[in-house]
């Protein structure tokens, strides 16, 4: 079994923040993630841009150079490997966090890699997982076949192909907006009976004209009942079924915190919210030796924290500790 003192589950910038946190207090940590480094960035639509500004993604005190006003989905990804590089940090993918178990005062961290299961014993681990990673299901048939995806990757894909994205927050609207575009033919299905109030202003006036110009096909008040080969079949109007044609299908519902780890390691959550118990101060769990960085620690309500607040979360969870003198590395 090998040891580190601090084991950080989770390589996206907040995970690679509280690993720069911990190292500038003489703490070596190791971080892991279930996919690679910055893997929930990596699942953003190519060519992607952010809404906020460079100054925002920074981490470690390295600047962020991007060419446009916003920074992209590739710019970021460049910037978090390098800073990655640049502070020589000990980033492990493809090992996911799976049970965790108190032996002789240490924490054993059961990890699933590709090589097999490992345990890594540490003193300090830090859960900052985000959410990405876990989509919200429909639960319905199909919802596996190899046309159904639950992240969205381009728009030029769907070039003269029937889509059916079902949704109706930011991420399915701004696709089926980008889709019709880019010379889709589409239909957003929602089990609502409207889209979700919370839409960006600037797409909430051109979904509807879109709409309304039966420019993009809308169903509302519309479950998905399953999904076949070459259909999305839903509950339509007056309780019918209805067969929507689909050469490919994008199900952006939302992404969740792995809840079930949380509950195996033995976190104390609040029923209703999901809430991880947290020292607000240090972010430490029920759990001792555990802590929540991000997203993760806001339960349900994952949007209260992004990469502009979360970012800082190592510095209080070792605070505590002095800081090097060192400088910071540049990137």
Not at 258 to 285: K, N
Request: with cysteine; charged share 20%; net charge neutral.
């Amino acid at each position: 079994m090998s040891s580190t003192p601090v084991l950080i589950a989770g390589a996206g910038p907040i995970g690679l923040a509280c690993a720069i946190s911990a190292k500038r207090r003489g703490l070596e940590a190791v971080v892991i993630d279930a996919g690679l480094l910055a893997n929930s960035i990596l699942r953003y639509p190519i060519g992607m841009s952010f809404f906020t500004t460079p100054d925002k993604l920074e981490i470690g005190d390295h600047p962020m150079v991007s060419a446009g006003q916003k920074p992209t989905r590739e710019e970021a990804l460049k910037y978090y490997r390098g800073v990655a590089r640049a502070e020589g940090l000990t980033v492990r993918p493809y090992a996911r966090l799976r049970q965790v178990e108190r032996r002789n005062g240490t924490l054993a961290c059961r990890l699933e890699t590709r090589s097999g299961s490992e345990t890594v014993a540490c003193t300090r681990l830090v859960l900052a997982t985000g959410y990405y990673d876990n989509p919200n299901l429909l639960g319905v048939p199909g919802e596996d076949l190899p046309h159904v995806s639950h992240y969205f990757d381009e728009p030029h894909r769907g070039l003269g192909q029937r889509v059916v994205i079902v949704g109706g927050g930011n991420s399915a609207v701004e696709a089926a907006l980008e889709l019709f575009r880019a010379g889709a033919h589409v239909t957003i299905v929602a089990r609502a009976p409207a889209l979700k109030p919370t839409l960006k202003y600037w797409l909430q006036p051109d979904i509807q004209n879109r709409i309304q110009a039966g420019e993009i096909a809308a169903r509302l008040s519309a479950p998905v009942l399953r999904i076949e080969p070459g259909a999305v079949v839903i509950r339509g109007s007056g309780g019918h079924d209805e067969r929507l044609p689909a050469d490919r299908v994008y199900a952006l519902t939302g992404y969740h915190p792995d809840f079930d780890l949380f509950q195996r390691i033995g976190i104390a959550l609040d029923p209703e919210t999901l809430r991880a118990q947290l020292d607000p101060t240090t972010l430490e769990t029920s759990v001792g030796g555990v802590y929540m960085a991000g997203s993760i620690a806001a339960g349900r309500a994952t949007s209260e924290v992004f990469i502009e607040n979360g970012r800082f979360d190592g510095e209080k969870i070792f605070g505590e500790l002095p800081r090097l003198a060192t400088p910071a590395p540049r990137v």
